[in-house]
């Protein structure tokens, strides 16, 4: 049995939808178009209704708060955003999170869709297949680099202001942090900026958090709650706070380096995913020596 069901829609709504994005997408191509304007108009037809003009004479303040020339986004105020860049994406930034407040945003087929044309316009570079849930929040946007078949969860905060890599297949689940900027404990002003990356097939779970400079290495998990603030080894299942590194996924046929620590326990019975070909891994703990300090990471034979 497939993990995702396929959920198609009536076809009138498909076909409306489907015009609407490529409409949006050529538009967004058009060096002539003007992001702004597209903005405030979008957003004036999204959540009242009607056209920008009509609305501005009917509720003002409610307009002028549509148009990102009359908006002020966090980002802004520090002197690490790069203006020029900050404002080619600033109008699509503030497009996708009111986006996220509509009926439209909220519903996954159209916002999936709809966010996925604007990662096109905004991130520094974005694969194929992006899935991005609602309500996630962006520092600058165009810091992310983002390969592809990834997936990023409701509620995540993607501080991407000193560069976030998310690389094929990670996964980002529900409230997740990641930051890659820092400050100095004893001079507030004083920032690091700290690319941090989370590797091929790598999983952050529920509202755990990853701080700047952190590397979560491919096929590693990050435990639900967790802190990283630093390397998590390749298949590396980190947990607690901070996050330590106490099991290792293993699959079939990848040879005998780690210790099988529930031999008491009755044999694992993972929930399965069919959608990975792997058997559901037997999660294994290192060997308490090992614990400490450099661990040996078993490698696959082949994958
Ligand atoms: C990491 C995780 C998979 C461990 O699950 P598990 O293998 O079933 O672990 P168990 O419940 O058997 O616990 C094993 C040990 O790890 C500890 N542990 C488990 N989860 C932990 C966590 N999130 N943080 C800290 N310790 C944790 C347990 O206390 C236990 O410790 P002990 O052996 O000293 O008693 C699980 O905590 C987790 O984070 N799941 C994420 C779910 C997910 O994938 N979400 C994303 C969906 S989009």
């Known amino acids: 049995m497939p993990w995702l069901r396929d959920l198609p829609l009536p076809s009138d709504a498909t076909s409306a939808y489907g015009s609407f994005l490529a409409d949006l997408d050529a538009r967004l191509r058009d060096p002539a178009t003007d992001r702004d304007d597209l903005t405030r108009e979008l957003l004036a037809q999204l959540l009242y209704g009607r056209a920008y003009g009509q609305l501005l004479t009917d509720a003002p303040i409610a307009a002028l708060n549509l148009d990102p020339r009359n908006v002020t986004l ?13 404002a080619r994406v600033k109008p699509l930034l503030w497009l996708w999170k009111n986006a996220d407040l509509t009926p439209a945003g909220q519903s996954a087929t159209f916002g999936i869709e709809f966010r996925r044309v604007l990662a096109g ?20 946007g165009y810091n992310m680099d983002v390969g592809d ?16 890599v998310l690389k094929d297949g990670a996964s980002l689940s ?18 690091t900026l700290k690319p941090t990356v989370i590797g091929k097939g790598a999983r952050i779970t529920y509202h755990a958090t990853v701080l700047a400079g952190s590397v979560v290495s491919d096929d590693a998990m990050v ?15 980190a947990m607690g706070v901070p996050a330590r590194v106490t099991r290792l996924k293993a699959r079939e046929g990848w040879g005998e380096p ?7 326990a009755p044999p694992l019975a993972r929930k399965a995913n069919p959608d990975y070909p792997d058997p559901t ?3 294994t703990r290192l060997p308490d020596a090992d614990r400490e300090g450099s661990a040996p990471v078993p490698v696959p034979a082949e994958r």
């Open 121 to 140: 316009h905004v991130f520094k570079r974005v694969g194929r297949n992006f899935k991005c849930w609602q309500n996630v929040e962006f520092s600058v």
């Open 174 to 191: 529900d409230y997740v942090s990641v930051y890659s900027h820092s400050h100095s404990v004893l001079h507030m002003p004083d920032v």
């Open 281 to 283: 891994p037997p999660q």
């Open 149 to 164: 078949d990834v997936v990023v969860h409701r509620g995540v905060l993607l501080d991407d202001i000193g560069g976030i």
């Open 258 to 264: 780690v210790v099988d620590s529930r031999r008491d």
């Open 223 to 237: 435990a639900t709650g967790a802190l990283v603030r630093g390397p998590v080894e390749p298949h590396g299942i």
């Open 74 to 86: 966090e980002a802004e105020y520090y002197a690490a955003t790069d203006p020029v860049k900050f």
